[in-house]
């Protein structure tokens, strides 16, 4: 699903877990990380700070936000999908505290975060008032989703997995979203995600 990343000028290229966008001359390098191991729970919590801190960037005008959203799309995407592949249903199996419904809600919470993510990146430019609400939209279903997270998920597969599968998970966690940070993430990627969580039911058909 994910192709490989292009460095085109106009486009993002990615090296080493930067995204690089070129745009009129100007260069911009946003650090998405590349961990390799840890705790799956650090892990995790780092690239919600890394999302707090790509929101706080795309709400001032003086900076690259055609760069900035491209990071946090392709940063979002990869972080979803270790989530839901490798790491939610490890802990369904081993913290009696997630339960399927804490899974489920999570997987609609990152379809619901995706859906709003579309309609930031489809926009065509970032210096209108279209934009800013875009963006307020994506800012307030992002962090409602990483509050309840760390909440709901986090502190009792902190309480309940032990450090050795928690590491384990971390590993597996940082391979499969650096894998997808390698080969980028497109808008028509990203179109076709949201699509498919609709036809899954995870989104409201008229959302």
């Known amino acids: ?10 486009g993002p290229e990615r090296r080493a877990g930067r995204t690089v966008s070129v745009d009129d001359g100007r260069v911009s390098l946003i650090d998405l990380h ?10 995790i919590l780092a690239d919600h700070y890394l999302f707090e801190d790509l929101l706080r960037r795309l709400r001032n005008t003086a900076e690259d936000r055609d760069a900035l959203r491209q990071a946090f799309m392709t940063l979002h995407v990869a972080h979803a999908s270790a989530e839901e592949s490798v790491v939610l249903p490890a802990l369904r199996s081993r913290a009696k505290s997630v339960t399927e419904h804490e899974v489920e809600h999570g997987e609609e919470e990152h379809a619901e975060g995706h859906e709003a993510l579309l309609a930031v990146m489809e926009l065509k430019g970032t210096g209108t008032q ?10 307030t279903v992002v962090n409602h989703h990483l509050v309840e ?10 309480d309940e997995v032990g450090p050795v599968k928690r590491r384990d998970l971390g590993a597996a966690f940082a ?3 650096n894998a997808i940070i390698d080969a980028g993430v497109t808008v028509e990627q990203l179109r076709a995600i949201v699509a498919g969580a609709k036809s899954e039911g995870l989104l409201d058909e008229e959302g």
Do not use: H, K, Q, Y
């Not at 590349?34 to 892990?43: A, C, F, K, Q, Y």
């Not at 279209?130 to 800012?139: K, Q």
């Not at 997270?149 to 902190?158: D, F, G, I, K, M």
């Open 175 to 177: 391979t499969e979203r």
């Open 130 to 139: 279209a934009f800013d609400d875009a963006l307020e939209e994506l800012s």
């Open 149 to 158: 997270e760390e909440l709901t998920v986090l502190n009792p597969a902190r």
């Open 1 to 10: 699903m994910f192709g490989e990343a292009r460095g085109s000028r106009g």
């Open 34 to 43: 590349r961990p390799i191991s840890g705790d799956v729970i650090d892990l």
